[in-house]
């Protein structure tokens, strides 16, 4: 059964970057039926989907963080890592790193495996 | 960018209730649409996809239909444990992927 694992430091001053790792158990991180992703929620807030890749190393990102996200996969060791520059409060959340598999031919593209999510705050 | 939105916002149900979500986005989206079960302190728990596709180990008085730009989840009668917020969230214009703002379910 794949479980889904983020770790990483829960509180990152303002300024400065991010760091998240998501480690992949229970199944291959190199299938090429499914991408990698990372996902936030901020505080009293919805779901913001941040980042995808594929075990290929092909990543696409939400405009809205793109200049300053950074989303890598390390198959070797089953983990992905999430690196988020020049933080600033809006970036206090609760992170979540989730496989997204997809059907070809049919419209089924979805998260179906999540990690139990990582709160991070941004503060000095 | 697909703009999504869901209606209600929030709604109040007694248990037994029949419960109807509608999320409705910018432009058609075929039936590329999921929708999320999310409660505190929980990771959100994938319910339906392609809009109607139930997830394995789903309670079957969960359905969702529609297509386009409207799209429906129902909870034939609610229970308990679906007092939640509820996400639809659009996979058409992957990779760029959007959730809509919820819809939270409490209690009468």
């Known amino acids: 059964q794949l479980q889904l694992q983020e770790s990483g430091p829960g509180l990152v001053k303002p300024s400065e970057t991010l760091s998240l790792t998501c480690t992949v158990s229970?199944?291959?991180?190199?299938?090429?039926?499914?991408?990698w992703a990372w996902i936030r929620q901020p505080p009293g807030k919805g779901l913001e989907w941040i980042g995808t890749i594929y075990y290929s190393g092909s990543t696409s990102y939400n405009p809205s963080v793109e200049s300053r996200v950074t989303v890598s996969v390390h198959t070797s060791k089953k983990k992905f890592s999430l690196k988020l520059r020049s933080v600033t409060a809006a970036d206090t959340a609760t992170y979540y790193c989730?496989?997204?598999?997809?059907?070809?031919?049919?419209?089924?593209?979805?998260?179906?495996?999540w990690g139990q999510g990582t709160m991070v705050t941004v503060s000095s | 960018d697909i703009q999504m939105t869901q209606s209600p916002s929030s709604l109040s149900a007694s248990v037994g209730d029949r419960v109807t979500i509608t999320c409705r986005t910018s432009q058609s989206i075929s039936g590329f649409l999921n929708w999320y079960q999310k409660k505190p302190g929980m990771a959100p728990k994938l319910l339906i996809c392609?809009?109607?596709t139930l997830q394995s180990g789903v309670p079957s008085r969960f359905s969702g239909s529609g297509s386009g730009t409207e799209f429906t989840l129902t909870i034939s009668s609610v229970q308990p444990e679906d007092f939640a917020t509820y996400y639809c969230q659009q996979s058409y214009n992957t990779p760029l992927i959007t959730f809509g703002p919820g819809t939270t379910v409490d209690i009468k």
């Open positions: 989730a496989r997204r598999f997809f059907i070809e031919g049919r419209p089924i593209d979805a998260f179906d495996i």
């Open positions: 229970g199944d291959s991180i190199s299938s090429s039926r499914h991408y």
């Open positions: 392609g809009a109607s």
